[in-house]
């Protein structure tokens, strides 16, 4: 990583952090509302700061993370992954998640109907 800049557009740090294939993905990912900006709607231009806390929604999964670096070059994914820390709630929700345990099984099945 070069010289660190003071501040990064949202949808080019995503990108180099590797939340998404291309820019153009990550656009309608911040536009439709699944990246929220210390804990708020953002545009693709916000700039991204060290320090701040992003929300991002992928699938089933809900990822807080908080920015430690700043780069707007896609290298890696070991590299990419020293651009955040996931927040250990977060970790802890997906694991539990992953797990079934915050999944119901009300759901009634095919038979039950």
């Known amino acids: 990583m070069a010289e660190a800049p003071s501040g990064i557009r949202l949808d080019k740090w995503l990108w180099a952090a590797r939340f998404d294939y291309t820019r153009s993905l990550v656009k309608q990912a911040v536009e439709s509302g699944k990246v929220h900006y210390s804990g708020e709607r953002c545009k ?66 095919q038979k039950d109907r």
């Open 44 to 109: 693709v231009s916000k700039e991204v700061h060290i320090g701040a806390t992003l929300t991002i929604r992928t699938g089933w999964d809900n990822k807080i993370v908080d920015v430690i670096a700043l780069s707007d070059q896609r290298r890696g994914a070991p590299e990419a992954a020293l651009l955040y820390c996931e927040t250990a709630a977060s970790m802890r929700t997906r694991e539990q998640l992953a797990a079934g345990l915050l999944y119901t099984t009300d759901a009634a099945n």
